[in-house]
């Protein structure tokens, strides 16, 4: 299943693009997701097989109004195959696409106290100076981690909390 909402989503993509309309259709669909994710009453009307194909094809320009025309062929497709519950899988896949297009790396600092700003900052800069791209920054704050913080760049997490350090030096003193 995941393979199909790859493939929905490149197409999209490679529409969006070619028409110079990627960051509106990005937000389309991640309002449209985030709807559907939200509203019980969407997510029964639209998953449910009670309702028929026509019935949620009908409804799509009144619920959608001033939708995309690639977001409004896409949502007719998806309600047409029955495919409108790929709508979360399909846009992450999406936002991965547009991530790598406008060379935007995700970095989610999480500390045991919050940072300030200009702390947080000059360890993005760093990243981004380091990687060639540009840095979509988060903050959390995780009293749990006692002191210290942890980094997820992408996919890697670089861990230099307390919390990690003392159950490293418990694992140790465990096993010896």
Known sequence: MDDLAHVYARSLFAVAQEQGKLDAVAEQLTQ??????????????FFSPYFSSTEKRDALPRLFVDADPAIA?????????????IVPRLRRAFDELFREERKLLPV???????L?????????????RRTGRTIELTQQVDSELIGG??????????????????????RTVAAG
């Not at 449209?32 to 009307?45: H, K, N, P, V, W």
């Not at 062929?73 to 519950?85: A, G, K, M, S």
């Not at 913080?149 to 418990?170: F, P």
């Open 32 to 45: 449209i997701d985030e709807a559907l994710a939200t509203s019980d009453d969407l997510r029964l009307f």
């Open 73 to 85: 062929n896409l949502l007719d497709l998806l309600v047409e195959n029955q495919r409108l519950p």
């Open 108 to 114: 989610s600092i999480t500390s045991a106290v919050a």
């Open 116 to 128: 300030d700003e200009q702390a947080a900052q000059r360890i993005a800069d760093e990243i981004g």
């Open 149 to 170: 913080l942890t980094l997820r760049v992408g996919n890697q997490i670089l861990d230099a909390s307390i919390r990690n350090r003392l159950e490293s030096l418990r």
